[in-house]
């Protein structure tokens, strides 16, 4: 589980990089993983995200919350988001990839196990 202090810090770190950024492109269960839960059907996520702005990020709890335009990206327990400005960095497995106009992006890799907590 995300430590409350651990949340605090992610959320203060996606602010310091990734708010005002617009999404390009957004890849989810590129690498299935037995223990990564999605809210929703993740190949709609594309679809869903694309062309919106990150907003805030905050912690709630032992999760994260970003704005993503009207829609929220919830971090759960097990996801480790890491921020990349070269996009030759990515690694070849992940479970929720977001690319910004601005050629970086957002990678969520699930260790044991973990969840997106919902994107509405």
Request: charged share 25%.
């Amino acid at each position: 589980m995300l430590e409350i202090p651990e949340s605090y810090v992610i959320a203060n770190q996606l602010n310091n990089t990734i708010r005002g950024k617009k999404i390009k492109y957004v890849l989810a269960n590129q690498s299935p993983h037995k223990f990564a839960w999605y809210h929703r059907n993740p190949d709609d996520y594309d679809e869903l995200l694309s062309g919106k702005t990150i907003g805030s990020s905050r912690p709630v709890s032992g999760m994260i919350e970003i704005e993503a335009g009207d829609c929220r990206i919830v971090l759960m327990e097990g996801v480790s988001p890491r921020y990349y400005e070269d996009l030759m960095k990515v690694p070849k497995k992940h479970q929720l990839y977001i690319e910004f106009t601005d050629d970086t992006a957002l990678v969520c890799t699930v260790q044991m196990y973990g969840g997106d907590g919902g994107i509405s």
